[in-house]
Every structure is written in structure tokens, then in C-alpha cells.
């Protein structure tokens, strides 16, 4: 007996001492002074949807933000977490509940009987070991998780919207310039079928130029699909119905010639929302396995009550019968078989397993912008290259049919020419649209925000779905 205030003590400094098992080197990952390929180390800038200087994606972005469907499952699943984190505040708080109760019987004898009771009953867990803490702290970081993790999904959304914005645009672009090949082609046609009528022109020429005509109404009619499937894929990042029904005047690809900053590594780990994400949940699985430690301790708990009984409800709360009761418990677990430690040992392997997620998505999270990085300065050099490549084989096309019409060369060489210039075109509308897909990339691996702040609350997004 002598012993048990010293055994008690050393229980409660055993329960009550931290359980973080965080690696201390987690934080202190291989993290580059600078980027491989890049020495722009001015701060990131945020609001890149300005840069590309369509007003109309603006208006489709906005679109997007409010009707997507998966964003608002995903806006759902966080409130859920909101609302399981006050469940887990409400803990803290003494349960109070009242009872009331009435019958009426009648025994064997026949005699009949009334009886009314009233109860007030409250019970209250004192939370000495802090386990209690442990379960709302991290209910809190899975919302906070999730908080961040609805912004990261919601930075995509918008780069979708504005890549697949391009890719519709770049299709359009190449529709047309599919339809100007039907019409050079039916044009050759015309010219070499009016020449093999006078002689001029043999018959192998006709049929190569019915064959490249029939060629170009095939590819025609496949951009035709390309096309509608692209506006369907932008409709359906709307929330809208897929009916291919978007319309816009005449665009045209923007070319990107500017350089954007890149900060340094480093800034990426505050700055992206998924890095946040993730290390919540790093947190959270801490949080979690102090839950589980603090689970094998004895448990405190106070219930008091207060009743009353008489055989008509008018006969309550007169005082005649009042009674009260205080009551103090202590529940302690004594043998389970190995299911606590087993349990402890499970979240402290998911601690491990979530700090492990956490670098993957770290060093991630440098390789894409290591390889935007490289990706855009390729991209700017084979633009230039392929414009000079388009340029020549303009100019080889023209000279091409004139010496044909002259009977310098054959009718090979210059489907050869025209090839060399329908592919040179359709590259250089590809390659804008490689770029501007790469850099909405960078711009989103980089962490920087669409919009013109910071501010990672979605209050306007939060109060649609609240107030349905």
C-alpha cells in the first residue's frame, strides 16, 4: 500500500509524456539551394491567369469554380471533417441528458398501478492523460488536411480549365488549317485534271493529287472529332452537359516569350497546398498514435444524477421524493489479449508509412518543376527551329508548283513540299500549346496561386454548398 502514490505518479508521468515519433529529419529533407536548370530566384508571383490575357477564361474559370461537381464533393468532404472535429471538441464538454417517464399497470390482484419518473443524469470523462486532446488535435490536422487539400484540387481545376481552354483552341486552329488543305487540294486537282485534258499533265499526277485530296478529307474529318471531343472535355470541367455546344469568337494560340520567377526549392514546402496536405496528415497520424498510446491508461469519469419519482406526474419535482446520486469511476483495461499494443504498434506504422507519403510527395513535387523547367527551354528552342523550318518550307511549296506548272520537277516533289509545309504549320500550333501547357505546370508546381492572393479560404464556395 506503501507503494501506490509512487506507482500512481509514475502511471501519470507515463501517461501524460509526449508520444511524438516524428522523424526529426522529416523537415530537414535534401532540399537544393536552387533550382538545376534555373538561377530565378526572385519570390514567386501569384495570379498567372493574367498572363495569358483571355478575358473570356476568366469567365469560365469562375464557371468551373462553381458548378465542377468533383470540386464540391470534394468541398463536402471537407465540411464532413469540419463537423467531426466539433464532434470531437464536444468531448470536452459533460454530457447532460433528461429522462422522463410515465406508465400505468395493473398487477394480478388487479390492483392498478401509476408510476412517473424524472432524471437528470450528466457524465463527464476527465481527460488526465490528454488523450481526449490527442483525439481532437487530430481531428483538427485531418481538417486542416483536407482544407489544403480542397485548395490544391481547386488550384487543378483551374489549370485543367485553362489547359484544356488551349488544347480546345489549338484544335480549332488546326481544324482550320485542315480545311485550307482540303481547299490547296481540290484546288491542285482542279489545275492538274484541266491539264491532263489538254496533255499537258500525265495521268499518274491525277490520280496522286485524287489521292492526296481524299487524304486530307480523312485527316479533316478525324480533327472534326478531336475538336468536338475537346470542347466536350472543357464543357464537362464546367459542370455542363457535354453537348459540344461551346462557341467563341476566333482565337488564336498566345505565344509566351517571358520568363516567370521560380523562388527556390525551399519555398515550394509553404507554399504548395499538397505539401501542406501531406504534412498535416503527418501530424495527424502523430496525433493519432498518441490516441492509441494514451488508450492503454485507466479512464476517470464523474456521473451525477438528480430524480424524482411519484405515481402522477403532477406528484414531480414536489421534494417529497427527490433523490440525487454522485457518483466517481474508474475504468482501467487489464488484460485484451495484446489488441491495445497491437493497435498502438498499427498507428505508429501508419506514422511511418505517412511520413514516407510525405517525402514521395515532396521530391514529387521538385521533379515536376525540375522537369518544367527543362521541358519550357526546350519547348522555346524547338519553336524558334520549327518556325525557320515553317518559313522554308513556305517558301519551298510556292516554288515547288510553279516549276511543276513549268515542267521542271514532278508532281512528287511537290506533295513533298506540301507535306514538308502542313507539317511545319500544324508543329508550330502544337508546340504553343506545348508551351502554354508546360508553363500552367510550372506555375502549379511551383505553388503559385490563379488568383491575385494568397489567401487560401474558400469562403464563397463554402457558403453555396452551406446555404443549399
Not at 76 to 84: A, G, N, T
Request: with cysteine; aromatic share 8%.
Amino acid at each position: 500500500m506503501k507503494l501506490a502514490p509512487s506507482l500512481l505518479i509514475a502511471v501519470l508521468l507515463y501517461g501524460c509524456a509526449s508520444s511524438s515519433q516524428i522523424d526529426k529529419q522529416l523537415r530537414n529533407a535534401d532540399v537544393p539551394q536552387n533550382w538545376q536548370f534555373s538561377d530565378k530566384s526572385m519570390p514567386v508571383s501569384n495570379n498567372w491567369l493574367a498572363e495569358f490575357s483571355q478575358p473570356n477564361l476568366s469567365l469560365l474559370v469562375d464557371e468551373a469554380l462553381r458548378n465542377n461537381q468533383a470540386l464540391r464533393q470534394q468541398a463536402y468532404d471537407m465540411q464532413i471533417l469540419e463537423q467531426q472535429l466539433i464532434q470531437a471538441e464536444a468531448d470536452f464538454w459533460p454530457d447532460l441528458d433528461l429522462s422522463l417517464n410515465t406508465g400505468r399497470s395493473k398487477s394480478t390482484t388487479g390492483v392498478i398501478s401509476n408510476n412517473s419518473s424524472l432524471e437528470l443524469e450528466s457524465s463527464y470523462e476527465l481527460d488526465i492523460w490528454g488523450k481526449l486532446s490527442a483525439a481532437q488535435k487530430q481531428a483538427n490536422l485531418n481538417y486542416l488536411a483536407a482544407k489544403a487539400n480542397y485548395q490544391q484540387n481547386r488550384q487543378t481545376l483551374v489549370a485543367n480549365v485553362v489547359t484544356t481552354w488551349f488544347d480546345w483552341i489549338a484544335a480549332k486552329q488546326l481544324l482550320a488549317l485542315f480545311e485550307q488543305r482540303v481547299k490547296n487540294a481540290q484546288q491542285n486537282l482542279d489545275i492538274i485534271e484541266s491539264g491532263y485534258q489538254t496533255g499537258i499533265n500525265a495521268a499518274l499526277d491525277v490520280y496522286l493529287s485524287r489521292n492526296e485530296l481524299n487524304t486530307e478529307l480523312s485527316n479533316l474529318a478525324q480533327q472534326e472529332v478531336t475538336q468536338i471531343q475537346a470542347t466536350r472535355n472543357l464543357e464537362r470541367l464546367l459542370g455542363r452537359y457535354p453537348n459540344a455546344s461551346l462557341t467563341t469568337e476566333q482565337l488564336t494560340l498566345p505565344l509566351l516569350t517571358n520568363d516567370i520567377p521560380m523562388g527556390m526549392p525551399s519555398d515550394i514546402i509553404s507554399r504548395k497546398p499538397e505539401l501542406q496536405s501531406s504534412w498535416y496528415q503527418v501530424l495527424a497520424q502523430d496525433a493519432g498514435l498518441a490516441f492509441a498510446h494514451k488508450q492503454r491508461f485507466p479512464s476517470i469519469s464523474l456521473r451525477a444524477s438528480i430524480s424524482d419519482s411519484g405515481d402522477e406526474l403532477s406528484d414531480l419535482l414536489s421534494g417529497s421524493s427527490l433523490a440525487w446520486s454522485l457518483l466517481g469511476g474508474l475504468t482501467a483495461p487489464l488484460f485484451k489479449a495484446g489488441d491495445l499494443k497491437a493497435n498502438e504498434e498499427i498507428a505508429r506504422l501508419r506514422l511511418k508509412q505517412q511520413e514516407q507519403i510525405y517525402l514521395d510527395t515532396l521530391y514529387n513535387a521538385f521533379s515536376s518543376v525540375e522537369n518544367a523547367i527543362t521541358t519550357e527551354n526546350s519547348l522555346k528552342l524547338r519553336y524558334q527551329s520549327t518556325l525557320a523550318a515553317q518559313q522554308n518550307a513556305d517558301a519551298a511549296e510556292t516554288l515547288a508548283f510553279e516549276q511543276y506548272q513549268r515542267g521542271l520537277v514532278t508532281y512528287t516533289t511537290v506533295l513533298e513540299a506540301q507535306s514538308r509545309s502542313f507539317s511545319a504549320q500544324s508543329a508550330l500550333i502544337q508546340i504553343k500549346n506545348q508551351l502554354l501547357a508546360n508553363r500552367i505546370v510550372l506555375h502549379v508546381a511551383l505553388g503559385g496561386d490563379f488568383t491575385d492572393t494568397n489567401n487560401l479560404q474558400n469562403n464563397e464556395l463554402e457558403d453555396v454548398l452551406i446555404n443549399e
